[in-house]
């Protein structure tokens, strides 16, 4: 009892008025539903830009894949089986409506939409759910942009959806969720014409003035820290860009300085995305973050260069070693030939919003030869149950574990009480070596209150990880100063692993042919089964090399190539 009082006060001494308002507001509020026309359209004032296309999600007439899961939908019960809440919630987005090769299958879309609005009336409580109805509204607006023609009784819905969206804007949410609200006013106020859409516009605009600057940060990254939800952000931001040039003429002069500022925006988010993918081109696994749920990143690339313009990604190559601190998220890149090395040394995100927070302080993603090879596990669930727990928890993430707890009090499926907060960061380079130093404090909550602290030693050829578990701990084992502490790093399942007779040592085996010779100290190592997901509903078997501290309060792993 003492316990779940203990989360649930330090989870919710961090929300905000407003999101305890929003919540009773939209508990006990139920707008009522406008059937009227929709106003007349707008006309374009410039050349509409192809999307970010994602993977084709319609796989036949009225047949759907998400989550790694195909299901065909029966016209007259449209969802209404569907497996699991995030796969229905999909199902509402019409993604497909801009995917790859969207052209082939007009029919079927056509035909979607219509069962849609048959078999959804207001008020279903998945489909007109605000989140949902945003993207879905924004999605059928760019199909149309993209030249499918809204008849009337969808035009009309399509308003019907914007008046009712109004009304329920995600206050009680905030973060990515209300952006997405406002995002789709924006869209319905351009798209349409009118004193209604004004307001509309006006609205959409307010909200995004008050959310720019605070969810985008000054390093360019989404200020959840998941690559994910950032390449999420980046795609809105491109989308904006995209629909206030194509309708400029809809934009009041109010606001145009306003917009006039986000390609600029943009384009930082490019660099901060680009400085958190892997040399596979897709984004390193910290916090939320799977393949597949936003458009992949060279998509997204090529839709702002047509949108924005290119990136300058010039290299300074005057030193093997490149080093970028992305001092406002939190994160930590360098590179050396033939590696990449991304360290977490960031918050778990804002303190009244880190539903997609993992328990990763201090975790880690390295590449080798093209090759991920240290990973953190990945996220294949939303929602709640074990699976989702676990893969939030730290033992799924390449860094250490102390008495078995999490390092940050993550729980529920998308709550966080006690959380881990860095200190202690130093950065220092010399020549072509790299060494960042750091510390958290998410366990000082346990007996002895001890602190984590890691340091990275990179150059080419090596990388050296040192952990040392600080603290006055009251319970010697046999010369132990702590009960357990254990670092672990996960390997992707494409890498194999051996122990030397020693059990100290080893190799790694990475696709190519590439060796690379491991060494531990300060600890007993065992080879552990574990998890890697990828993507959402898709979840393998993998390897981690599992260092348990022996007594000293510090532990070590090497790597060379």
Same mark, same amino acid.
């Given at each position: 009892?003492?316990?779940?009082?203990?989360?649930?006060?330090?989870?919710?001494?961090?929300?905000?008025?407003?999101?305890?308002?929003?919540?009773?507001?939209?508990?006990?509020?139920?707008?009522?539903?406008?059937?009227?026309?929709?106003?007349?359209?707008?006309?374009?004032?410039?050349?509409?830009?192809?999307?970010?296309?994602?993977?084709?999600?319609? &796989?036949?007439?009225?047949?759907?894949?998400?989550?790694?899961?195909?299901?065909?939908?029966?016209?007259?019960?449209?969802?209404?089986?569907?497996?699991?809440?995030?796969?229905?919630?999909?199902?509402?987005?019409?993604?497909?409506?801009?995917?790859?090769?969207?052209?082939?299958?007009?029919?079927?879309?056509? %035909?979607?939409?219509?069962?849609?609005?048959?078999?959804?009336?207001?008020?279903?409580?998945?489909?007109?759910?605000?989140?949902?109805?945003?993207?879905?509204?924004?999605?059928?607006?760019?199909?149309?942009?993209?030249?499918?023609?809204?008849?009337?009784?969808?035009?009309?819905?399509?308003?019907?959806?914007?008046?009712?969206?109004?009304?329920?804007?995600?206050?009680?949410?905030?973060?990515?969720?209300?952006?997405?609200?406002?995002?789709?006013?924006? /869209?319905?106020? &351009? /798209?349409?014409?009118? +004193?209604?859409?004004? =307001?509309? &516009?006006?609205?959409?605009?307010?909200?995004?003035?008050?959310?720019?600057?605070?969810?985008?940060?000054?390093?360019?990254?989404?200020?959840?820290?998941?690559?994910?939800?950032?390449?999420?952000?980046?795609?809105?931001?491109?989308?904006?860009?995209?629909?206030?040039?194509?309708?400029?003429?809809?934009?009041?002069?109010?606001?145009?300085?306003?917009?006039?500022?986000?390609?600029?925006?943009?384009?930082?988010?490019?660099?901060?995305?680009?400085?958190?993918?892997?040399?596979?081109?897709?984004?390193?696994?910290?916090?939320?973050?799977?393949?597949?749920?936003?458009?992949?990143?060279?998509? #997204?690339?090529?839709?702002?260069?047509?949108?924005?313009?290119?990136?300058?990604?010039?290299?300074?190559?005057?030193?093997?070693?490149?080093?970028?601190?992305?001092?406002?998220?939190?994160?930590?890149?360098?590179?050396?030939?033939?590696?990449?090395? #991304?360290?977490?040394?960031?918050?778990?995100?804002?303190?009244?919003? *880190?539903?997609?927070?993992?328990?990763?302080?201090?975790? /880690?993603?390295?590449?080798?030869?093209?090759? =991920?090879?240290?990973?953190?596990?990945?996220?294949?669930?939303?929602?709640?149950?074990?699976?989702?727990?676990? +893969?939030?928890?730290? *033992?799924?993430?390449?860094?250490?574990?102390?008495?078995?707890?999490?390092?940050?009090?993550?729980?529920?499926?998308?709550?966080?009480?006690?959380?881990?907060?860095?200190?202690?960061?130093?950065?220092?380079?010399?020549?072509?070596?790299?060494?960042?130093? !750091?510390?958290?404090?998410?366990?000082?909550?346990?007996?002895?209150?001890?602190?984590?602290?890691?340091?990275?030693?990179?150059?080419?050829?090596?990388?050296?990880? +040192?952990?040392?578990?600080?603290?006055?701990?009251?319970?010697? &084992? +046999?010369? !132990?100063?702590?009960?357990?502490?254990?670092?672990?790093?996960?390997?992707?399942?494409?890498?194999?692993?051996?122990?030397?007779?020693?059990?100290?040592?080893?190799?790694?085996?990475?696709?190519?042919?590439?060796?690379?010779?491991?060494?531990?100290?300060?600890?007993?190592?065992?080879?552990?089964?574990? /998890?890697?997901?990828?993507?959402?509903?898709?979840?393998?078997?993998?390897?981690?090399?599992?260092? %348990?501290?022996?007594?000293?309060?510090?532990?070590?792993?090497?790597?060379?190539?």
């Amino acid at each position: 009892m003492i316990q779940r009082a203990s989360l649930y006060w330090h989870t919710l001494r961090y929300l905000r008025p407003a999101q305890i308002g929003g919540r009773v507001w939209t508990k006990l509020y139920r707008p009522s539903t406008e059937f009227r026309p929709a106003p007349a359209k707008r006309s374009l004032s410039g050349s509409w830009v192809v999307p970010a296309r994602r993977v084709p999600s319609m &796989l036949g007439e009225m047949t759907f894949r998400f989550l790694n899961e195909t299901r065909r939908i029966d016209n007259s019960t449209c969802g209404v089986d569907a497996p699991a809440h995030l796969w229905h919630y999909n199902l509402h987005y019409f993604d497909d409506l801009n995917a790859f090769d969207a052209e082939t299958r007009h029919r079927w879309h056509v %035909e979607a939409i219509e069962n849609w609005i048959r078999d959804h009336p207001p008020g279903m409580r998945d489909a007109w759910a605000p989140y949902p109805t945003s993207l879905r509204v924004v999605n059928w607006i760019k199909w149309a942009l993209g030249g499918a023609v809204l008849e009337a009784p969808v035009a009309d819905n399509l308003a019907m959806q914007v008046r009712v969206l109004t009304h329920r804007l995600e206050y009680h949410l905030l973060g990515n969720h209300l952006f997405a609200n406002a995002k789709a006013l924006v /869209f319905a106020g &351009l /798209f349409f014409d009118g +004193e209604e859409a004004v =307001r509309w &516009l006006g609205k959409g605009m307010a909200i995004l003035a008050r959310e720019m600057p605070e969810q985008i940060l000054a390093d360019g990254g989404q200020f959840e820290r998941s690559p994910m939800y950032h390449a999420l952000a980046l795609e809105d931001v491109v989308d904006l860009i995209n629909v206030t040039t194509v309708l400029s003429d809809g934009v009041p002069k109010k606001w145009q300085a306003f917009v006039g500022s986000w390609p600029a925006l943009a384009q930082r988010m490019r660099a901060w995305l680009l400085a958190m993918c892997h040399p596979d081109g897709e984004i390193a696994f910290f916090n939320d973050a799977a393949i597949g749920i936003a458009p992949s990143p060279g998509e #997204l690339d090529r839709y702002a260069n047509e949108t924005v313009g290119a990136l300058d990604t010039a290299v300074t190559r005057d030193n093997p070693l490149q080093v970028l601190h992305l001092a406002d998220s939190g994160y930590v890149r360098a590179d050396v030939p033939d590696a990449g090395l #991304l360290i977490d040394v960031a918050p778990v995100g804002p303190d009244y919003l *880190p539903g997609h927070a993992h328990a990763d302080t201090l975790s /880690f993603e390295l590449s080798l030869f093209g090759q =991920r090879v240290i990973v953190n596990g990945g996220t294949s669930r939303y929602g709640l149950g074990p699976e989702r727990e676990t +893969e939030r928890g730290t *033992p799924a993430h390449s860094t250490v574990t102390v008495d078995g707890q999490n390092s940050s009090e993550v729980w529920a499926g998308f709550r966080v009480a006690r959380r881990a907060r860095p200190f202690d960061l130093a950065i220092r380079r010399e020549g072509g070596r790299l060494e960042v130093s !750091c510390a958290h404090d998410g366990y000082r909550r346990l007996a002895g209150r001890p602190v984590h602290r890691r340091t990275w030693l990179f150059q080419a050829g090596r990388l050296r990880v +040192e952990d040392r578990v600080e603290g006055s701990f009251p319970y010697p &084992l +046999e010369g !132990c100063r702590f009960k357990s502490a254990v670092a672990r790093f996960h390997l992707h399942p494409a890498v194999s692993c051996t122990l030397d007779e020693s059990g100290s040592s080893g190799r790694l085996r990475v696709p190519g042919g590439h060796a690379v010779h491991w060494s531990a100290s300060g600890g007993s190592v065992r080879v552990e089964r574990s /998890f890697y997901s990828p993507e959402f509903g898709r979840r393998g078997p993998t390897q981690c090399l599992a260092v %348990e501290f022996d007594g000293a309060a510090t532990a070590c792993m090497e790597l060379t190539w």
